[in-house]
Structures are given as structure tokens and as C-alpha cells.
């Protein structure tokens, strides 16, 4: 049952603090999200700028990169994806424990960028593992990832733990981990994880 | 790669170290470090195979992130590569940008008036302290000191790129220069910002290197480790810190005279023993050297037009011909090779990665040490990949 806000907020004045599991939950589930310490081309380097002294990235939470997998709770995407690159990006999304999240940064990650014509890059991340945040820009600015990183925590904020709507991970059927492409003849099979990027992709070496 | 000396490379006189035996039995470990690994400066991987904690044979991988930037350029007019260009070494975006139009202006025979080589000065050296102190400080990074070192770098490199974002408009990817000249022009007020700028660098690599130079730890992990030879290194046409950190005289401002460099006093520190830490000390004096140019520049800048009068930007078609353009990147000499058929897309185009090249001697480097070490050693080549796969 949810307590109305005003009525929350007189309360609080009186010092009594009242709160939902739900809420305590998600409060700290966002107040310590744990990146993966993972770079892949130019935008890892706003990223780590992101984590330095000015912009500050622990004013959130989210200061302690993990190099393994297993104890990160966030990927950031940063930088182009290649096709020799991409399975082990989706290897990693898998080793990660849930709940786990993704932030797609930067304009390669997101669609190939200026790379797209390039016969090596894969036209986006999100055509195999769930992207929660994009992050447009060549290289996003480090205030753009914190704004990103805003819009993730509002959406763990607002999820909650029973019936529609709640994390993958309370789901018993829900899917949590995704088919590793592999390197066929021609491109990536297969083109693109059909749980996840609904649209069929034409022919190989399609260009959208 | 083998690890085994060929004939025709003992025959040649080669340098290279004497391959690496097992000791005792038992079988080898062959570990991949890497893509993911939080060392390797990006998607790199080494196939390292070990006998203990020992090296004793290394295979790099490369590939990880080839975006057919040189394909891309061919089929792209000579204007639209110069931003593909910021997106090689992704720290340097403007010595990139200098090294193509060095290029192009050879191929188009192109002047380039004084102050704008003033300006190409200028920020070339303010991309070299910033690369060399964040080299510095991933390096110190990978050796444990985790945070502090890399803090301080990156507190000047902030200083640095405000100068580029005021200037070019973008923090890291500035697309700055022009054939035969530059963009936009730099006002008083940037002039005035960046002699505040640079007053305030001695100090700051003071502080570093109170932290660093002396430090036992640093000298315990980082001397006599990962010996370069200078004869293997003029072999392996390594370039840049790394060739002078080994002894090397030879630096591309000092030998090529391009641009204005003549005008400036500097001079070229060398190392003597190639190791990891002669190449943290090279880099660090580098910087007092940049320091000393950009003093000299800011104070001699003319005034005067920023672009060449008769530099086309539209419609660009140089003659048929070919050109090699080659700058001092931080990183080593970065040439730029263009064949040009008339029209107006390069018919060939192509990078010489100083990253790449000095990546392979890599294995040279690593024999015999530990795993710990191989990622100090491959910490102070100081590489970046997109530059290395492109």
C-alpha cells in the first residue's frame, strides 16, 4: 500500500519515516551501481574522465569499476563495437550477475556511427543484448553519461518487485542471458538476437 | 609469431633475444589476456604463454577494433577524412589532424601562413603534455598506485582540453586544422587563458614527479625491466619516446624541420638503458621540453591570416601525384600516405601508426619476465588502439 506523498512528508517532519520494501529496495539497488571496468574505443576515455576528480562520478554511487564481470552490475558500452568484438561483449553481458543493466555510449555503440559503411562494425549493440540507456554523441560529453546514468537510476527507482513491469530477474521465465553470435561465412550469425531487435534483418551485408 | 631465431634474422644481425627455454617439465599455460582485460588500454589481446610466472613466448592479436578508417577514406573526399582522422589516437586528435594536412598540403603544394603554423604549434605541444601525463598515469595505474597518479593527470588534462573545446568547440575530437591553414582563429582572450595554462604546467609536473621519480617501488618494478635495444629498436623502425627512451637521437622536429620547429630551442631527451623507466623519464623531460616551446611560441605569435589564400575547400582535386606526410606525434612518428589520381577522393591512402609499429617488438620486450610485468611493459609503449587496428 502506498502512503500518500503529502501525508509522507508530514511525517517526516515529526520524524517519523515511513517507506516502502519497494522503495528501500530500489533505493539501494541505485545508490551502488557498480560499472564494469571495460573500454572499448574512444568513448572509454570520456568515461574514465567521467570517473575523475572534476566530473565525479561517486557523487552517485558508481565509482568502484569492476574488471570482472561477476561483481558488475552495470555495462557501458563505450565505444564501436566490431564484429570480432561483438560475442565477447555479449559473453561478458552473460557472465554479468543480475540484476544488470546496460548503457549504450556513444554514437557506435548505438547505430556504427560514423563507422557504419565500415564492413567490421556492428550497426549497434542493442541488436543483441537489452539497452536501457543510449547515449547519443561523438563522444558523449562526461556530463552526458551522468545524465545517462540519471535516467537509469530513475528507472530502477520506478520498478517494481511484483507483477507487471518488475525486474527481469524476479521473472522465473524471463531470458537472462543471450546467444553469443558467432562469425559465418559472411557476417555475424545470426544477424541479430530476434528476443531482443524484433525487426528481421535483410540479406548479408546489409546496410541498415 | 615464433619465439625460435631464424636464420636469415641472425644472418641479418638482428638483435633479438636469445628465445626463451622451459625450465624443467611439465607443460605450458597458455593464458589470453585480453580483449577484456583492464590493462590493455582498450580491445587488445596478447596469447601469452607461460612456464611458471614466466614469459616465454607472446603472440599479440590484433583486430579488435579495425573500423576501415583508410577504406572509408578512399572512397571519401580529402576534407571528410580529416575528422576520421581525430578518431585514430583518440588522445591526439589534433597532431592527427596536423599529419593529414601536412600531407595534403605536400600533395597539393600548399603554403601554410606563419601564424596558423604558430597556432599548429601551439596545440601540438598542448596534446603532447596531456598525452604524455596520461600515459604516465595509466601506467603508474597498471603498476597498482591506483588513483592518484591518473587523478593528477587527468586534472591537467581537463586544463587542456577546456583550451580545445573554447577554441575548436569539442572537447576530445577538435577537426581543426584545414589544408593550408586552420579553422577559426584564436582570440586574445584564448591567448591570455592558455599563458595562465601553461605558467601553471611546471608545477604540476613538478608535483608529479615528486611523486613518481624517486619512488622505490616505481624503480623497483620499472628499471632494467623490458630492455629495448637501440639496434633492435632502429631494426623494428620504433619511433617516438620509446626509440629515444633506448638512446636514439631522433627526433622528427629536430630532423624533418616541418613546420616552424627550427625557430624554437629544445632539446631531444634520450635514455640510456631503454627500460620501462627510461621511457617514463623521457616522456616527463618531454614535457618540460613542450613546456619550454610553448612558452617561446605564445610570446612570438604574429598576427596575419590563419588560412592560405588560395586554399580550396570545396571542389578540392589535387594534380596526380603522390606525398608522404610525417609529424612527431606523442606517440612517434605518424605519416600519412597519399597517391592521388586527380579526383577528388585519395586513390590510396594510408596511415603509418607509430602505436602499431612499436607494438612489435613487444615479445622482444617480454621474454623472460613476469606475467606482472608484461603489463607494465605494454603500459609504457604507450599505444592507443584505434590507431593500432584503425
Known amino acids: 500500500m502506498a502512503v500518500e506523498k503529502e501525508l509522507k512528508i508530514e511525517l517526516g517532519k515529526q520524524g517519523i519515516f515511513v517507506t516502502t520494501i519497494e522503495e528501500l529496495y530500489n533505493w539501494g539497488r541505485r545508490s551502488s551501481v557498480w560499472p564494469m571496468q571495460f573500454g572499448l574505443a574512444c568513448c572509454a576515455i570520456e568515461m574514465i574522465a567521467t570517473t575523475m576528480a572534476r566530473y565525479d562520478l561517486a557523487r552517485f554511487g558508481a565509482e568502484v569499476f569492476r574488471p570482472s564481470p561477476r561483481q558488475a552490475d552495470l555495462m557501458i558500452v563505450s565505444g564501436t563495437v566490431t564484429k570480432k568484438m561483438a560475442p565477447q561483449v555479449v559473453r561478458l553481458y552473460n557472465q554479468m550477475a543480475e540484476p544488470k543493466y546496460v548503457i549504450a555510449m556513444g554514437a557506435c555503440a548505438i547505430s556504427g556511427g560514423p563507422f557504419k559503411q565500415g564492413y567490421n562494425v556492428l550497426k549497434g549493440i542493442d541488436r543483441y543484448i537489452p539497452v536501457d540507456v543510449h547515449i547519443p554523441g561523438c563522444p558523449p560529453r562526461p556530463e552526458a553519461l551522468i545524465q545517462a546514468f540519471m535516467t537509469l537510476q530513475k528507472k530502477i527507482d520506478g520498478q517494481p518487485l511484483t507483477g507487471e513491469g518488475r525486474p527481469r530477474y524476479l521473472d522465473a521465465d524471463a531470458q537472462c542471458e543471450f546467444p553469443v553470435p558467432e562469425q559465418g561465412a559472411h557476417d555475424l550469425e545470426p544477424p541479430s538476437n530476434r528476443g531482443v531487435w524484433p525487426v528481421e534483418i535483410q540479406g548479408r551485408g546489409s546496410r541498415d | ?390
Request: proline share 6%; glycine share 8%.
Open chain 2, 1 to 390: 609469431m615464433s619465439v625460435v631465431e631464424t636464420k636469415a634474422e641472425r644472418a641479418a644481425g638482428w638483435n633479438r633475444p636469445p628465445a626463451v627455454e622451459p625450465e624443467g617439465e611439465g607443460e605450458l599455460l597458455e593464458v589470453a589476456m585480453g580483449p577484456h582485460h583492464p590493462s590493455t588500454h582498450g580491445v587488445f589481446r596478447m596469447d601469452v604463454a607461460l612456464d611458471g610466472e614466466r614469459v616465454v613466448r607472446l603472440k599479440p592479436v590484433f583486430g579488435y577494433l579495425h573500423r576501415n578508417h583508410e577504406k572509408i577514406a578512399e572512397g571519401a573526399s580529402y576534407l571528410a577524412s580529416m575528422p576520421y582522422t581525430d578518431r585514430l589516437d583518440y588522445f591526439c586528435s589534433l597532431t592527427n589532424n596536423w599529419a593529414y594536412a601536412l600531407a595534403v598540403e605536400k600533395l597539393a603544394g600548399q603554403e601554410v601562413p606563419e601564424r596558423a603554423e604558430y597556432i599548429r604549434v601551439i596545440l601540438a605541444e598542448l596534446t603532447r603534455i596531456q598525452n604524455h601525463a596520461s600515459t604516465i598515469g595509466f601506467l603508474l595505474q597498471e603498476m597498482g598506485a591506483s588513483g592518484t597518479p591518473l587523478m593528477y593527470a587527468f586534472r591537467e588534462r581537463e586544463k587542456i582540453l577546456d583550451l580545445f573545446e573554447s577554441l575548436t568547440g569539442s572537447r576530445m575530437m577538435c577537426n581543426y586544422m584545414r589544408f593550408g591553414g586552420c579553422r577559426v582563429d584564436l582570440s586574445a582572450a584564448w591567448l591570455e587563458a592558455t599563458k595562465k595554462v601553461v605558467a601553471g604546467l611546471p608545477a604540476f609536473v613538478d608535483e608529479f614527479e615528486a611523486l613518481l621519480t624517486g619512488n622505490e617501488i616505481l624503480m623497483a618494478r620499472c628499471q632494467g625491466v623490458g630492455v629495448l635495444k637501440p639496434d633492435l629498436a632502429v631494426n623494428a623502425s620504433i619511433s617516438g619516446p620509446m626509440l629515444r627512451a633506448s638512446g636514439v637521437n631522433y627526433d622528427i622536429r629536430k630532423v624533418d624541420h616541418y613546420g616552424i620547429y627550427d625557430r624554437f630551442r629544445f632539446r631531444v631527451p634520450l635514455g640510456d638503458h631503454g627500460d620501462v623507466y627510461d621511457r617514463y623519464m623521457v616522456r616527463v623531460l618531454e614535457m618540460r621540453e613542450s613546456i619550454g616551446i610553448l612558452n617561446q611560441a605564445l610570446q612570438e605569435i604574429p598576427a596575419g591570416p590563419i588560412m592560405d589564400a588560395k586554399a580550396k575547400l570545396r571542389g578540392f582535386r589535387p594534380k596526380p601525384g603522390e606525398a608522404y606526410g610525417r609529424i612527431e606525434a606523442p606517440k612517434g612518428e605518424l605519416g600519412f600516405y597519399l597517391i592521388s589520381d586527380g579526383s577528388p577522393n585519395p586513390y590510396r591512402y594510408r596511415v603509418r601508426p607509430p602505436s602499431l609499429i612499436n607494438l612489435t617488438v613487444l615479445e622482444d620486450m617480454c621474454l623472460g619476465h613476469n606475467v606482472a610485468d608484461v603489463v607494465l611493459i605494454f603500459g609504457s609503449v604507450d599505444i592507443v588502439l584505434g590507431e593500432v587496428d584503425r
